[in-house]
């Protein structure tokens, strides 16, 4: 029996011998990948479909986000409304979310109705219809949605340092504007669905307490659809960034707080640097204990947070730093930021914050492992990348075993002000 009185022993996190739990990958009758984790202590599922259907391979702006979105708004035999409300009915909660390469559809249930729910997913991929009425209302708010937005210069900012980053017309860098909206054609989200939904290139994902054939259940309802069959389009970006790299943007003349935003270009996860630059980053902006946030937010007060972060992109990515601070003292926090490159280029870091970032970065993991719905999301994002479980085990042995000098050279090489690309709205 557990002995209350007395405290357990502390172990640091970097100790934990930390495992990847392994997935279980199946093949439906039409090759479509299932990779399934099963487990958990509640009786819920989720179910993940990813199709290569991102705005990396739309022909025409906000294409793939509107098809994605227009998914759950009606099919040859259901409204919207008799979709939401066939979901809602069971307590089952049915997304949808587009990025840069892939578009997706998750279901979250109870696991006993599995079965009845995963028939309608399977509507939504093979039936769905565009109604003409769901689509002006789409455009409608998405417009009002964005006029608003367009007041706050923290979305502003987000929008304009990654046309810097990557050229506008490339898919990470371009964005919105009411004008696209206008332009959006029914016809041109019918193609695309047809292209990239029904015909088109899909992986799927299981996690929680399965059902006992849950396998067996997706093969009957999406193994017989001619998903995988035809080869994905051949399509390429250049990367054109912008020329300057210094910007200042008046977005409200009135406006008190200023959205800073600093970023250079960075490798995709493939590049050995990419898990030594992880640790370098929390060090320096990564984490609530991160010297940017000890020094702008706590000791100076010019925000209530500063982060630094390496973006989540699959082809190419971009080492950021961002933050909102009051306009009279935006200037003072860049020169800030730069004063902590300068010190992490100049100086060693300290065994006892090395050890600190260690046990911080060790025990974020653990926290990310907790349950199968975090494990099947990691292994999503390794299989999406083209990459396996050693590269988990190899991030693992770098935080270990990365050493001050490296950490220091790393600095040098990367965090020079530079290789930055520089932007403050107001």
Same mark, same amino acid.
């Given at each position: 029996?557990?002995?209350?009185?007395?405290?357990?022993?502390?172990?640091?996190?970097?100790?934990?011998?930390?495992?990847?739990?392994?997935?279980?990958?199946?093949?439906?009758?039409?090759?479509?990948?299932?990779?399934?984790?099963?487990?958990?202590?509640?009786?819920?599922?989720?179910?993940?479909?990813?199709?290569?259907?991102?705005?990396?391979?739309?022909?025409?702006?906000?294409?793939?986000?509107?098809?994605?979105?227009?998914?759950?708004?009606?099919?040859?035999?259901?409204?919207?409304?008799?979709?939401?409300?066939?979901?809602?009915?069971?307590?089952?909660?049915?997304?949808?979310?587009?990025?840069?390469?892939?578009?997706?559809?998750?279901?979250?249930?109870?696991?006993?109705?599995?079965?009845?729910?995963?028939?309608?997913?399977?509507?939504?991929?093979?039936?769905?219809?565009?109604?003409?009425?769901?689509?002006?209302?789409?455009?409608?708010?998405?417009?009002?949605?964005?006029?608003?937005?367009?007041?706050?210069?923290?979305?502003?900012?987000?929008?304009?340092?990654?046309?810097?980053?990557?050229?506008?017309?490339?898919?990470?860098?371009?964005?919105?504007?009411? $004008?696209?909206?206008?332009?959006?054609?029914?016809?041109?989200?019918?193609?695309?669905?047809?292209?990239?939904?029904?015909?088109?290139?899909?992986?799927?994902?299981?996690?929680?307490?399965?059902?006992?054939?849950?396998?067996?259940?997706?093969?009957?309802?999406?193994?017989?659809?001619?998903?995988? %069959?035809?080869?994905?389009?051949?399509?390429?970006?250049?990367?054109?960034?912008?020329?300057?790299?210094?910007?200042?943007?008046?977005?409200?003349?009135?406006?008190?707080?200023?959205?800073?935003?600093?970023?250079?270009?960075?490798?995709?996860?493939?590049?050995?640097? +990419?898990?030594?630059?992880?640790? $370098?980053?929390?060090? +320096?902006?990564?984490?609530?204990?991160?010297?940017?946030?000890?020094?702008?937010?706590?000791?100076?007060?010019?925000?209530?947070?500063?982060?630094?972060?390496?973006?989540?992109?699959?082809?190419?990515?971009?080492?950021?730093?961002?933050?909102?601070?009051? %306009?009279?003292?935006?200037?003072?926090?860049?020169?800030?930021?730069?004063?902590?490159?300068?010190?992490?280029?100049?100086?060693?870091?300290?065994?006892?914050?090395?050890?600190?970032?260690?046990?911080?970065?060790?025990?974020?993991?653990?926290?990310?492992?907790?349950?199968?719905?975090?494990?099947?999301? %990691?292994?999503?994002?390794? $299989?999406?990348?083209?990459?396996?479980?050693?590269?988990?085990?190899?991030?693992?042995?770098?935080?270990?075993?990365?050493?001050?000098?490296?950490?220091?050279?790393?600095?040098?090489?990367?965090?020079?002000?530079?290789?930055?690309?520089?932007?403050?709205?107001?």
């Amino acid at each position: 029996m557990l002995n209350r009185n007395l405290a357990p022993d502390i172990t640091n996190a970097v100790d934990l011998d930390l495992k990847l739990r392994p997935l279980t990958t199946h093949t439906l009758k039409n090759q479509v990948p299932v990779y399934t984790v099963d487990g958990g202590a509640q009786d819920v599922v989720m179910v993940e479909w990813v199709f290569y259907a991102g705005n990396w391979y739309e022909q025409k702006n906000i294409v793939a986000a509107t098809t994605n979105f227009m998914l759950k708004n009606g099919t040859k035999s259901r409204s919207a409304f008799a979709i939401n409300e066939y979901f809602e009915f069971y307590g089952a909660y049915l997304n949808r979310s587009c990025y840069n390469e892939t578009a997706t559809i998750t279901l979250h249930c109870l696991s006993k109705h599995l079965a009845e729910l995963l028939p309608v997913v399977a509507e939504l991929i093979t039936e769905s219809v565009f109604p003409q009425e769901e689509l002006a209302i789409y455009k409608q708010n998405q417009k009002q949605r964005l006029e608003v937005n367009l007041r706050k210069c923290d979305f502003i900012a987000n929008r304009l340092i990654d046309e810097y980053l990557f050229g506008f017309d490339h898919p990470y860098g371009k964005y919105t504007s009411t $004008l696209d909206y206008d332009q959006l054609d029914r016809v041109e989200l019918e193609a695309f669905y047809q292209q990239f939904y029904q015909n088109g290139r899909c992986k799927i994902f299981a996690a929680g307490k399965l059902p006992a054939d849950t396998v067996g259940m997706i093969d009957r309802i999406f193994g017989e659809l001619p998903l995988n %069959r035809q080869e994905m389009p051949k399509v390429q970006h250049p990367v054109l960034p912008a020329a300057e790299k210094k910007y200042r943007i008046i977005n409200d003349e009135q406006g008190v707080q200023g959205a800073i935003r600093l970023a250079m270009p960075f490798p995709n996860r493939h590049h050995p640097d +990419f898990p030594k630059v992880q640790v $370098l980053n929390n060090i +320096f902006g990564g984490f609530f204990g991160s010297r940017l946030m000890s020094n702008i937010r706590e000791d100076k007060g010019y925000t209530y947070g500063i982060h630094s972060y390496l973006q989540n992109h699959i082809h190419h990515s971009a080492w950021m730093v961002s933050t909102e601070a009051g %306009r009279d003292v935006c200037e003072a926090t860049i020169t800030e930021v730069y004063k902590e490159m300068q010190v992490l280029r100049d100086e060693a870091v300290d065994a006892e914050e090395l050890e600190l970032v260690r046990n911080y970065m060790i025990g974020s993991l653990l926290g990310d492992l907790d349950g199968p719905f975090q494990i099947i999301s %990691r292994w999503k994002t390794y $299989l999406l990348n083209g990459l396996d479980e050693n590269y988990f085990y190899n991030s693992i042995h770098t935080i270990r075993t990365i050493t001050a000098p490296e950490l220091q050279a790393l600095a040098n090489q990367y965090l020079q002000p530079d290789n930055f690309y520089e932007l403050v709205v107001v």
